[in-house]
């Protein structure tokens, strides 16, 4: 087992070897790491098109996420600073908690086929539900090997909604998002839909509000964590209820409660590979369900057990494998340190650490306010901004948090007078 004490303080080089030599990384994915082996232009080139160049972004771990009763090391991909440091703080608390319990509600992907023009809507409608087992089996001659595989199309629904006919498709769809595979088996029906309806198809394609993905994180922070003096833990804990309601009523907290959960979400579907726009529209999508946009978590405060409790339920139609996933090499690296999982597994970790990442960012917003650890962060992004080399970043820091104005102006002021007076004593 990986000794996380002193991880955040060590070189990436450093950190690499340390995953190694405790079986956390992999020799291949070790050599890919220090080899810098990034995604080869030729195959960028064939991912899409008018290709110009790559953009690069920190992977970085937040290790120790204890997930029904598993320790997993998440890969994150992400610019912002203080994510990865406040992911990795919530995973401890929440380990020495009892940790995550996850539950996948169902995973099969919708599609609709959209028909207008039905002279009689009602008959349209069961006429297509009549013939609903041959439409099952269309949809999986379309795409046999998803059937070979174990999934192909389980459910088919018709709803009327305004001048619409629309008919679902649920698809089982294994390990892949099913994209592909679902919108090849829309289109298929298309034809069939329209005899049996008497309409015209206006599209038929996938819906990202994966209904049929639901999957659920749970967890109960033990009291203690939230502060060491009893009373005050009290205190907190009853105000990460209160913000936990003002994202049910408050639209604009709620997009902020939200984007922090997307903080952690994205970052590991990022680092696996996965298509962070589908997973963003069907979790937003989701919040508002309701019919007003609301905060995808639920934090309550149980007096009687001493805990806080955080639940988070979002669409998660996850993939491991499809897309681009098996051609970017540090994509292969993130599921090297995830142990390989399956969709369910890697679903299950996701939801996690969105959880997580809430739970971070409403325990500093309602103790300590979010800017006191995002401030250090803040100026260490000025310092290399500024030019500064490793062994001036840190008196430049200190400098800078003691400074009126944290901005890069007086970064590099600060730096040019590190500069010109190398042995003066510093604040
Ligand atoms: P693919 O088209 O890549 O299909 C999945 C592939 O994975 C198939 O080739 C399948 O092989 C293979 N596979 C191997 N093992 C398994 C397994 N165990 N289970 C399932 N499939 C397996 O990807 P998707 O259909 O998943 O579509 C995802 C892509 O579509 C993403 O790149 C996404 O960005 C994009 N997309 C998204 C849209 C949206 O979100 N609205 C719309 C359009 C595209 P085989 O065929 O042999 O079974």
Request: aromatic share 4%; charged share 20%; net charge neutral.
């Amino acid at each position: 087992m990986v000794s996380w004490t002193g991880f955040a303080k060590k070189s990436p080089q450093e950190r690499r070897q340390a995953l190694k030599n405790n079986q956390a990384l992999s020799p291949a994915s070790f050599e890919k790491l220090n080899k810098e082996e990034l995604l080869p232009l030729e195959t960028a080139n064939q991912m899409t098109e008018n290709l110009i160049g790559r953009l690069a972004l920190p992977m970085s771990l937040a290790p120790d996420f204890l997930v029904n009763g598993q320790t997993y090391n998440l890969p994150m991909v992400t610019e912002e600073p203080s994510v990865v440091a406040a992911a990795s703080y919530a995973a401890k608390l929440i380990k020495r908690s009892g940790g995550f319990t996850t539950e996948i509600h169902q995973r099969q992907m919708l599609g609709q086929v959209a028909l207008t023009g039905c002279s009689d809507w009602q008959s349209a409608k069961e006429a297509i539900l009549a013939g609903k087992a041959d439409l099952i089996d269309l949809a999986n001659q379309a795409h046999p090997s998803i059937v070979k595989r174990g999934g192909g199309a389980r459910e088919l629904t018709v709803e009327q909604k305004e001048n619409f006919l629309i008919v679902y498709l649920a698809v089982d769809t294994q390990e892949a998002m099913g994209a592909n595979m679902v919108n090849t088996m829309m289109e298929a029906l298309v034809p069939k839909l329209e005899e049996l309806s008497g309409g015209q198809s206006l599209m038929a394609i996938l819906s990202n509000y994966a209904t049929d993905s639901l999957v659920t994180a749970q967890c109960a922070v033990d009291l203690r964590f939230l502060s060491r003096n009893k009373e005050e833990a009290k205190k907190l804990a009853e105000k990460l209820e209160q913000a936990s309601q003002l994202a049910q009523i408050d639209p604009y907290r709620a997009s902020t409660h939200n984007k922090g959960i997307f903080n952690g979400i994205d970052a590991l579907v990022l680092a696996t590979g996965n298509d962070w726009r589908a997973i963003e529209a069907g979790g937003h999508t989701y919040a508002a369900a309701s019919g007003s946009y609301r905060g995808l978590s639920q934090w309550t405060y149980d007096k009687e057990a001493g805990k806080v409790k955080g639940r988070l339920t979002l669409p998660m139609p996850i993939a491991t494998k499809g897309g681009s996933i098996g051609l970017n090499p540090s994509v292969t690296v993130a599921f090297d340190l995830l142990g390989q999982p399956d969709a369910k597994t890697l679903a299950g970790l996701i939801v996690s650490l969105g959880l997580a990442q809430n739970f971070a960012a409403l325990k500093a917003l309602v103790g300590k306010g979010i800017q006191a650890g995002h401030m250090k962060l803040q100026a260490k992004s000025l310092a290399l901004l500024a030019g500064a080399t490793e062994r001036e970043i840190p008196p430049l820091v200190q400098e800078l948090l003691a400074a009126q104005h944290l901005n890069l102006e007086t970064a590099q002021k600060i730096l040019d007078d590190i500069r010109n007076n190398p042995n003066a004593k510093r604040t």
